[in-house]
């Protein structure tokens, strides 16, 4: 089988490239899955790169999520030629993951593949678009609706903005994209962005702990000094769902717009989600995401091409979502 193997050096860096390797050596699990696509990643770029990142043991396969069909299974939920999806359990990082042609895991990590999606099309969704959909239906558990008001997604150009844009627009709200490509603006328009903010508008020097009341809600992408000044223009009583830490783990915030304003601040977790939300979030990007929105986010790669993109999603260079055919 062909797999993209990380390895670390003698210097203590990491090297990237694809392997003819043997099937016996990869890790312990119930059911062995035949790889047909997978994603790249934010955390994809850091253990791929010189330095490692996230990765636990060498050698190492990255990829965070993959879909395919079970090839074998000792447990009675999979049978071979099942399709299934998996994200998160810190898959790609401490256990060998995606960009390979045969994963082998732990069956409860899996989830049926949702009627209607390919598995091409449940990787253009990917780990980024999952983690949409969960904040979405978090915004929504915290009583948001259309009508409430224009909601914000912030690094909207990237994979969890382009998918979050694309859900909440299907869904009927009112979507202002924050990007700091404004080039990028068409393409968020595409996938139903009503207005673009540029960053600099949002991400300058925090000067009041309240501004105008501007948002009903927000998905935030990016963290940091953004996230802190969106926290101010929000609704009376509205949500964020914040998702990254692209901007920084730090937050440069008072607890005035939580107390005076009773903002709620929600943590979205992808990697140890329980199998009943993961079932029903995916199941809601089947029925949810216009799958013709996906063609526009779409960047097609494959295994070869991984090592320069890890390179490139770490810039900041990545448009959308990268599918890689692991069998191309």
């Given at each position: 089988m062909r797999a993209l193997i990380v390895e670390k050096n003698e210097d203590g860096k990491t090297s990237a490239g694809v392997q003819e390797i043997d099937e016996s050596r990869l890790p312990e699990g119930n059911v062995t899955v035949a790889v047909e696509y997978s994603t790249v990643n934010y955390k994809d770029?850091?253990?791929?790169?010189?330095?490692?990142?996230?990765?636990r043991v060498y050698p190492h396969v990255p990829g965070i999520d993959f879909a395919g069909t079970v090839e074998t299974s000792d447990d009675a939920r999979y049978k071979p030629g099942d399709k299934v999806v998996l994200t998160g359990w810190r898959v790609g990082e401490a256990h060998?993951?995606?960009y390979a042609e045969k994963a082998r895991?732990?069956?409860?990590?899996?989830?049926?593949l949702p009627e209607g999606l390919s598995t091409k099309q449940a990787m253009a969704v990917g780990t980024a678009g999952f983690t949409s959909m969960l904040a979405v239906m978090a915004l929504e558990a915290h009583g948001l609706k259309p009508e409430n008001g224009e909601v914000l997604v912030?690094?909207?150009?990237?994979?969890?903005?382009?998918?979050?844009t694309a859900i909440l627009a299907n869904l009927g709200y009112d979507v202002a994209a924050v990007t700091g490509r404004p080039e990028q603006s068409q393409y968020l328009a595409n996938l139903g962005a009503s207005k673009l903010v540029t960053r600099d508008e949002l991400a300058e020097t925090i000067k009041r702990p309240l501004e105008k009341e501007t948002w009903a809600g927000c998905v935030d992408a990016v963290g940091g000094s953004m996230l802190a000044r969106v926290l101010g223009q929000m609704k009376y009583g509205a949500?964020?769902?914040?998702v990254g830490l692209a901007g920084g783990a730090q937050l440069p915030a008072t607890v005035v717009p939580f107390l005076l304003r009773g903002v709620n601040l929600l943590g979205i977790d992808s990697v140890m989600q329980p199998y009943?939300?993961?079932?029903?979030a995916w199941k809601r990007i089947a029925s949810d995401l216009?799958?013709?929105?996906?063609?526009?986010?779409?960047?097609d790669a494959t295994l070869a091409d991984l090592p320069k993109l890890g390179a490139d999603i770490l810039k900041g260079q990545v448009r959308g979502r990268v599918v890689v055919d692991v069998n191309a």
């Amino acid at each position: 089988m062909r797999a993209l193997i990380v390895e670390k050096n003698e210097d203590g860096k990491t090297s990237a490239g694809v392997q003819e390797i043997d099937e016996s050596r990869l890790p312990e699990g119930n059911v062995t899955v035949a790889v047909e696509y997978s994603t790249v990643n934010y955390k994809d770029g850091l253990c791929i790169g010189p330095g490692g990142g996230l990765v636990r043991v060498y050698p190492h396969v990255p990829g965070i999520d993959f879909a395919g069909t079970v090839e074998t299974s000792d447990d009675a939920r999979y049978k071979p030629g099942d399709k299934v999806v998996l994200t998160g359990w810190r898959v790609g990082e401490a256990h060998w993951g995606g960009y390979a042609e045969k994963a082998r895991v732990n069956a409860d990590w899996l989830v049926p593949l949702p009627e209607g999606l390919s598995t091409k099309q449940a990787m253009a969704v990917g780990t980024a678009g999952f983690t949409s959909m969960l904040a979405v239906m978090a915004l929504e558990a915290h009583g948001l609706k259309p009508e409430n008001g224009e909601v914000l997604v912030t690094g909207a150009s990237g994979g969890v903005g382009s998918v979050a844009t694309a859900i909440l627009a299907n869904l009927g709200y009112d979507v202002a994209a924050v990007t700091g490509r404004p080039e990028q603006s068409q393409y968020l328009a595409n996938l139903g962005a009503s207005k673009l903010v540029t960053r600099d508008e949002l991400a300058e020097t925090i000067k009041r702990p309240l501004e105008k009341e501007t948002w009903a809600g927000c998905v935030d992408a990016v963290g940091g000094s953004m996230l802190a000044r969106v926290l101010g223009q929000m609704k009376y009583g509205a949500s964020v769902a914040a998702v990254g830490l692209a901007g920084g783990a730090q937050l440069p915030a008072t607890v005035v717009p939580f107390l005076l304003r009773g903002v709620n601040l929600l943590g979205i977790d992808s990697v140890m989600q329980p199998y009943e939300n993961r079932l029903v979030a995916w199941k809601r990007i089947a029925s949810d995401l216009p799958m013709e929105k996906l063609e526009g986010m779409m960047v097609d790669a494959t295994l070869a091409d991984l090592p320069k993109l890890g390179a490139d999603i770490l810039k900041g260079q990545v448009r959308g979502r990268v599918v890689v055919d692991v069998n191309a």
